[in-house]
């Protein structure tokens, strides 16, 4: 086991940046509903899963400590876009702009909309972070296609029951529901289980690009332990 002094380079804020961009971008279009296979999802699933796939390559590379500050960092960009539509909705619309309405529907999401988002993403990719590292530590860093799938059947699990629970019980039946979280979960799981071998490429290039690997002997896996961000 080598443990790589983990530290922040080029490739890392390439990253960190990938990342919140992709998960800004998700809670913008998940307002269009798409069909799937005679499935209905949020558009958001061509490019969320994609976050779980780079949240598993920084903490793979990185370490926890690290992917804790860029899923902080997520929140917080995700918390300024959705004040920034809100002030911008706010504002009124010069007279010959006649798509206040539209703006609204796309860009004005309703509270409870916005809480089961940000709720479903800090509790999916935690657990999506922590699983990981602890799976390295205990696999002695080998099995990196059973630690991102088992790391993303957990996280995105986890994301998909907060979300669609928070945002959809008592508007829609007890069954739909249900679907919906089974749905979204599978899709997502299957998503990163297709990308495994891209996954595989793009740590092995970071790894060796940056000279880390980092395993997290002792790291606080407390999400607000604040004396580690």
Request: net charge neutral; glycine share 10%.
């Amino acid at each position: 086991m080598s443990n790589s002094q983990p530290r922040i380079t080029g490739l890392f804020v390439t990253l960190a940046t990938l990342f919140i961009a992709l998960l800004i971008t998700s809670n913008i279009i998940a307002v269009k509903i798409i069909e799937v296979g005679g499935r209905i999802v949020p558009a958001a699933i061509v490019l969320f899963p994609l976050t779980y796939i780079i949240g598993d390559i920084l903490t793979e590379v990185y370490g926890y400590r690290f992917a804790r500050r860029v899923i902080w960092l997520g929140f917080l960009g995700n918390v300024v876009a959705v004040v920034g539509f809100w002030l911008g909705g706010l504002l009124p619309a010069a007279g010959f702009w006649g798509n206040d309405e539209a703006y609204n529907t796309i860009l004005g999401a309703t509270p409870r909309l916005l809480a089961a988002s940000l709720g479903g993403y800090l509790v999916g990719e935690f657990a999506n972070s922590i699983v990981l590292s602890k799976l390295k530590l205990a696999t002695n860093g080998r099995w990196l296609w059973m630690r991102t799938i088992g790391s993303t059947v957990v996280g995105q699990g986890l994301d998909s029951v907060v979300f669609i629970s928070v945002a959809f019980i008592g508007t829609l039946a007890f069954n739909n529901v249900t679907e919906l979280i089974v749905t979204q979960w599978l899709i997502k799981v299957f998503y990163e289980t297709v990308a495994t071998p891209l996954t595989y490429l793009t740590v092995s290039y970071v790894k060796k690009w940056d000279g880390i690997d980092t395993y997290d002997t002792d790291v606080s896996i407390n999400p607000l332990d604040l004396r580690q961000l």
